[in-house]
Each structure stands twice: as structure tokens, then as C-alpha cells.
């Protein structure tokens, strides 16, 4: 599976975003996809994930914030970010898995990645 991230952008804190994850060469719905985030000099960490049967698991960051979806129409997976704050800003990355068991973790628990999009949140 090919990924590719985008709707990245620099916004004013309180602002929104929708990050866009565009797959190819397999279908999302039979993934576990997530997205990571990695802020400048700090590890990469899970953020949201939606799970292959629908089911969605966020931070406790992104809880009440943020909002995962797949559309199978466009093989899409999406993160809505409501809310944000200068601590938000980071790489975000999407992140797929073909297994029933997938978390937010650890970054190695997934193989593919896309190339990642730049968010940056302004105070």
C-alpha cells in the first residue's frame, strides 16, 4: 500500500485542519490505518487510529479534538483537527497495518508510511 499525506498548513491556535491520507495499490478498509506525529527533536507518537472494522482509538491529546474517518469510496483516511495548539504543531504521518491488532504505541507497529505533512500552530 502507497500513501500519501497532505492538507498540512500553518494556522493561528484555535484553528482547523483536515489532513487528507490518499492510499493506492490496496484497499483501506482492510488496513488498520493511524496517524503518528513527530514534533522537531521529539519521537513520534500516535495519535488517532481507525481500525479496519471502524473502530476509532485517539490520545488522550487528540481525544475531543480530532476525529479519524475512512472514506472506501476514495480509499481515503482523513484527520479532522479541531481546536489546535502550538503544541500540536509536528510532521504528521499516516501509517497502515494489515492485522486485527493495531495501537497508537509504537510507530513499529506499522510498515508502511506515507512521506508526511507539515502543521504548524501559531500562539
Known amino acids: 500500500i502507497q500513501l500519501v499525506e497532505s492538507g498540512g498548513d500553518s494556522v493561528q491556535g484555535g484553528g482547523s485542519l483536515r489532513l487528507s491520507c490518499a492510499a493506492s495499490g490496496a484497499v483501506v478498509s482492510n488496513y488498520c490505518m493511524a496517524w503518528f506525529r513527530q514534533p522537531p527533536g521529539k519521537e513520534r507518537e500516535g495519535v488517532a487510529r481507525i481500525h479496519s472494522d471502524g473502530s476509532t482509538l485517539y490520545s488522550a491529546s487528540a481525544l475531543r479534538r480530532f476525529t479519524i474517518s475512512r472514506d472506501n469510496t476514495k480509499n481515503t483516511v482523513y484527520l479532522e483537527m479541531n481546536n489546535l495548539k502550538p503544541e500540536d504543531s509536528a510532521m504528521y504521518y499516516c501509517?497502515?497495518?494489515?492485522?486485527?491488532?493495531?495501537?497508537?504505541?509504537?510507530?513499529?507497529?506499522?510498515?508502511?508510511w506515507g512521506q508526511g505533512t507539515q502543521v504548524i500552530v501559531s500562539s
Open positions: 501509517a497502515a497495518v494489515r492485522s486485527a491488532f493495531c495501537g497508537l504505541g509504537s510507530a513499529l507497529g506499522y510498515p508502511d
